[in-house]
């Protein structure tokens, strides 16, 4: 048989499970937005404990994982990502616990006031309906996602990269028995079994089924997404985060958060990848970091002041200043003073995280009203831009986007509100 027909088989074959999961999800949804609280917390806790008590069996599973991520030639920081420790599965039950105690959005009412006719109007916060959520590598996100999901009333289809097939299959047994626990629909969380791209397709074509989608993983993945969806989209495309060292910074300060914020993990979209340094520090403070890059690891690269400070800095390039390593490479510019750095920030930026370490409260102020980024933040690591951290309990994503939700997507962010009117018996006069 031709191979261009085995593949437009394939293809349809693919399409048809995606579709027959949308309907699924669908009407899970329904099941899912009338859940009381108790009942949702209750999936939550159940799964957890299944998370427990697979611990052997997700272990096993992601060992194939990352044994055929190290026969593939994956890279360090994707190996990271896809390595599920029993830290890392400590953390997803704790986190399934956050979101339990995590008040309930759904059915909120908000800014509910008389209106001259005598009628009530106000805002119900309601969910989204069906999330797909479309990531690679690190497979938590199967359980960040599909908690904050049944927490805020929606159905999820989720579709994780080929490198974590085994391990998001465990997860999802999990997930399945603690829904099936509580009460609701397993279609409630849905997990994509097939490595086939063309699922990806299916996704973000079936507006009929899927009321948003996240990417979370490169940009290839995001700029396909994006490009082609008929779903509305969540999303961040770049993850270029700067810290700013002012002039009138605590010296001990600006050495620990500048080195936290590139060096307590490289691989991921809140690491800082670019530091900014007033010229009235350089060259106290960059010395000092500089010795502690270096025994980590860290390959800097800088502007000519920068060099003229350190010797052992490779020179930068433009595309530098725009490049998020997630490695352990660092770009450094000496500025004049803080109006240089926020030009900077916004000509280079993506508008992820952006810190300032200043004493200088007026500085502080305004670094805060005049940096456009989803996260701005004063004398801290861009480290702590991340859900569970804001106490979201975790994150479905970063939203770089000023629509909807923008910065860690949590709860909140996966609903919508709708227009409710009270009345008794009114009419329009």
């Not at 031709?2 to 995606?18: F, P």
């Not at 010395?287 to 060099?307: I, N």
């Amino acid at each position: 048989m031709n191979s261009s027909v085995v593949d437009s088989a394939d293809r349809q074959s693919t399409r048809a499970r995606l579709e027959a999961m949308g309907r699924a999800a669908r009407a899970a949804a329904r099941a899912v937005a009338r859940a009381d609280t108790g009942t949702k917390n209750r999936a939550l806790r159940a799964i957890a404990a299944h998370l427990d008590a697979q611990r052997a069996q997700i272990a096993e599973a992601n060992g194939r994982d990352m044994q055929a991520g190290r026969d593939n030639g994956l890279d360090a920081a994707l190996l990271d990502r896809l390595e599920l420790t029993d830290a890392r599965i400590d953390g997803m039950i704790d986190g399934l616990a956050q979101i339990a105690e995590l008040p309930d959005p759904v059915g909120e009412i908000e800014d509910l006031k008389y209106r001259p006719s005598g009628i009530q109007v106000g805002k119900m916060r309601v969910p989204l309906g069906v999330v797909g959520i479309i990531y690679e590598s690190r497979p938590n996100v199967t359980i960040d996602a599909a908690s904050l999901c049944l927490k805020s009333g929606n159905a999820t289809i989720l579709r994780g990269g080929s490198e974590a097939l085994h391990s998001n299959g465990a997860i999802a047994a999990c997930i399945a028995a603690g829904l099936k626990e509580a009460g609701l629909p397993e279609e409630a969380v849905q997990v994509v079994d097939t490595t086939d791209r063309e699922a990806v397709a299916a996704m973000i074509g079936m507006p009929e089924y899927v009321d948003v989608i996240v990417p979370r993983g490169g940009t290839g993945l995001i700029e396909r997404v994006s490009r082609d969806a008929r779903v509305p989209v969540i999303k961040h495309l770049h993850g270029v985060c700067h810290v700013y060292l002012d002039d009138r910074a605590d010296r001990d300060k600006a050495f620990n958060i500048a080195l936290n914020a590139k060096t307590h993990r490289y691989g991921v979209c809140n690491a800082m990848e670019t530091l900014l340094v007033a010229e009235g520090i350089a060259d106290e403070i960059l010395p000092r970091l500089a010795a502690a890059y270096r025994e980590k690891g860290v390959e800097l690269r800088g502007c000519e002041r920068t060099q003229k400070i350190l010797s052992d800095c490779v020179a930068a390039g433009e595309d530098d200043w725009s490049e998020e390593y997630l490695a352990p490479v660092l770009s450094i510019r000496v500025l004049v003073d803080l109006d240089a750095a926020m030009d900077h920030i916004a000509r280079y930026g993506s508008g992820h995280t952006e810190s300032v370490v200043t004493e200088d409260y007026t500085r502080a102020r305004r670094f805060l009203s005049e940096v456009d980024s989803s996260s701005v933040i004063v004398n801290a690591s861009t480290r702590f831009a991340d859900g569970a951290e804001y106490g979201l309990g975790a994150e479905i994503g970063i939203s770089t986007d000023k629509i909807h939700a923008r910065g860690p997507v949590g709860l909140e962010g996966l609903t919508s509100q709708k227009w409710i009117v009270l009345g008794d018996g009114h009419i329009r006069e």
